[in-house]
């Protein structure tokens, strides 16, 4: 499986984004990772197969929202709100098993492909 993140960009503050993930084999549960300069990778959400079930990082609840098109095979991310602590480069991900339990959504090992990541920046 093959992912291609997009629609990463600079954005000031309070400003809106969508990126959009495109995989070209069958996906599993796909999520949406960051990482901030000088910083671990962190999850951010995540939306199961098996039953649409959606999950955020606290960080990020209430501002973004997660989406995925699976005729499309496309995951999106709806971020609003956008604060200069939300720049980092976005990675997407999934896993080759429709379900993954809630103690391991939000680990990057239960994730089988990544994508090469999209860099949102968000000024002051």
């Known amino acids: 499986v093959q992912l291609q993140a997009s629609g990463g960009g600079l954005v000031q503050a309070g400003g809106s984004l969508r990126l959009s993930c495109a995989a070209s084999g069958r996906t599993g549960v796909m999520g949406w990772f960051r990482q901030a300069p000088g910083k671990e990778r962190e999850f951010v959400s995540a939306?199961?197969?098996?039953?649409?079930?959606?999950f955020y990082a606290d960080s990020v609840k209430g501002r973004f929202t997660i989406s995925r098109d699976n005729p499309k095979n496309t995951m999106y991310l709806q971020m609003n709100s956008l604060k200069p602590e939300d720049t980092a480069v976005y990675y997407c991900a999934t896993s080759e098993v429709p379900h993954i339990i809630l103690s391991r959504i939000r680990i990057g090992d239960s994730y089988d492909y990544w994508g090469k990541g999209t860099l949102v920046t968000v000024s002051s």
């Open positions: 939306i199961r197969r098996s039953d649409g079930n959606r």
